[in-house]
């Protein structure tokens, strides 16, 4: 487990802090004793993420755009460390769009760490993608072996990992990147045509509607819970071995879930709230193009030199996602 000491009084920059997982960063790193800066353009995020830390005097919104040079130099000045959680994410959208998602998720990253080396910052950790592994047919997936990206999104998250590897080398910034499998828990927007599968399957059976799954529902995922992804960021912030830096890892449950098994343990979870959800069943569409039909991450290298183990399974996480979302979603 890490030291929450060492970050006592830091001063964090958060980029996209305003979205699902960097809103659950802030909250954490706000009760850890941190000093917050938060840098979002509202594009994805959402104001009301951040709603309950506008009083805290340890934090700071800037609203800016990590594709402009200046505001990334403004919200780095004085900092210690960068999560950098901003992108713009989605296959679809990236497959509709390929220009802003390499415009935000390339050159935005760069920019970001451009003005980290410039203030000096310790550590620079990262958010990656296991899209990354493209049309490699390993399974678990080793961070080592990945294989050509089947989406424009997952190509912008290869080269940022590159970036990073060269970045160190010639300017010796320390980067840490983090492969996410999955990620879910509260705050996780279900709105819009890009939302993530539990969140859109999620609103719908509360809805009393029927969700779609792409496919035949065999594909299958790791999926994540959000407070393991919160817990490998700090583990990155705060590890103290030289050889756990400068790499990625697979951040991921080690366990393989298909869509079908989602549906239905959604289903059963969120019954608890309203019986009527029990009785809905899906609808197939065609497969989506660019979708990674298999993805099991091996953890093994994040256990090893972050002591990342993950707490959650996905039960265990959607039992208390299923809850948020009712909450949250059943009188709209």
Same mark, same amino acid.
């Given at each position: 487990?890490f030291?929450?000491?060492i970050?006592?009084?830091?001063r964090?920059?958060?980029?996209?802090?305003?979205?699902?997982i960097?809103?659950?960063?802030?909250?954490?790193?706000?009760?850890?004793?941190?000093?917050v800066?938060?840098?979002?353009?509202?594009a994805?995020g959402?104001?009301e993420?951040l709603?309950?830390?506008s009083g805290h005097?340890?934090?700071?919104l800037t609203q800016?755009d990590?594709?402009?040079?200046d505001?990334?130099?403004?919200v780095?000045?004085?900092?210690?460390f960068?999560?950098?959680?901003a992108?713009?994410?989605s296959?679809?959208?990236?497959?509709k769009?390929?220009?802003?998602s390499a415009s935000?998720?390339?050159?935005g990253?760069?920019n970001m760490?451009h003005?980290?080396?410039?203030s000096?910052i310790?550590?620079f950790v990262?958010?990656?993608?296991s899209?990354?592994?493209?049309?490699?047919?390993?399974?678990p997936?080793?961070e080592?072996?990945?294989?050509? !990206?089947?989406? %424009?999104?997952?190509?912008?998250k290869s080269?940022?990992?590159q970036?990073? $590897?060269n970045?160190?080398?010639? =300017?010796?910034?320390?980067?840490?990147?983090l492969?996410?499998f999955?990620?879910?828990?509260r705050?996780?927007?279900p709105?819009?045509a890009?939302a993530?599968?539990i969140p859109?399957?999620?609103?719908?059976?509360?809805?009393?509607?029927s969700?779609?799954?792409?496919?035949?529902g065999?594909?299958s995922?790791?999926?994540t819970f959000i407070?393991d992804v919160?817990?490998?960021?700090?583990?990155?912030l705060?590890a103290?071995?030289?050889?756990?830096?400068?790499?990625v890892?697979?951040?991921?449950?080690g366990?393989?879930?298909?869509?079908?098994?989602l549906f239905s343990y959604?289903?059963?979870?969120?019954?608890?709230?309203?019986?009527?959800?029990?009785?809905i069943l899906?609808?197939?569409? !065609?497969?989506? %193009?660019?979708?990674i039909p298999?993805?099991?991450?091996?953890?093994s290298k $994040?256990?090893?030199?972050?002591g =990342?183990i993950?707490e959650?399974d996905?039960?265990?996480?959607?039992?208390?996602?299923a809850?948020?979302?009712?909450?949250?979603l059943a009188n709209?």
């Amino acid at each position: 487990m890490f030291d929450a000491k060492i970050l006592e009084n830091s001063r964090i920059v958060v980029t996209g802090g305003a979205g699902f997982i960097g809103s659950n960063l802030t909250e954490t790193l706000l009760r850890l004793g941190c000093e917050v800066v938060v840098l979002d353009n509202f594009a994805t995020g959402k104001r009301e993420n951040l709603a309950r830390f506008s009083g805290h005097r340890n934090f700071t919104l800037t609203q800016g755009d990590i594709r402009n040079p200046d505001d990334c130099r403004k919200v780095v000045d004085g900092a210690d460390f960068v999560l950098h959680q901003a992108a713009l994410g989605s296959v679809p959208r990236s497959i509709k769009d390929p220009g802003t998602s390499a415009s935000v998720n390339i050159s935005g990253f760069v920019n970001m760490l451009h003005a980290a080396v410039d203030s000096r910052i310790k550590r620079f950790v990262y958010a990656s993608s296991s899209s990354v592994y493209g049309d490699c047919q390993d399974s678990p997936k080793v961070e080592k072996r990945t294989g050509i !990206p089947l989406s %424009p999104y997952a190509l912008t998250k290869s080269v940022n990992e590159q970036f990073a $590897a060269n970045f160190h080398q010639i =300017y010796g910034i320390d980067c840490i990147g983090l492969r996410y499998f999955n990620v879910f828990g509260r705050r996780q927007d279900p709105d819009g045509a890009y939302a993530a599968v539990i969140p859109k399957f999620s609103a719908a059976l509360i809805a009393h509607q029927s969700p779609v799954i792409n496919g035949d529902g065999s594909f299958s995922r790791d999926f994540t819970f959000i407070d393991d992804v919160v817990k490998a960021n700090i583990l990155a912030l705060t590890a103290d071995d030289p050889a756990a830096c400068n790499t990625v890892y697979n951040i991921a449950g080690g366990k393989e879930t298909t869509l079908n098994e989602l549906f239905s343990y959604l289903r059963e979870e969120l019954s608890v709230f309203d019986r009527e959800i029990e009785n809905i069943l899906p609808v197939y569409a !065609p497969e989506r %193009p660019g979708d990674i039909p298999h993805s099991l991450a091996d953890i093994s290298k $994040a256990a090893s030199l972050l002591g =990342y183990i993950p707490e959650y399974d996905i039960r265990s996480g959607l039992k208390s996602t299923a809850q948020w979302y009712f909450q949250n979603l059943a009188n709209r």
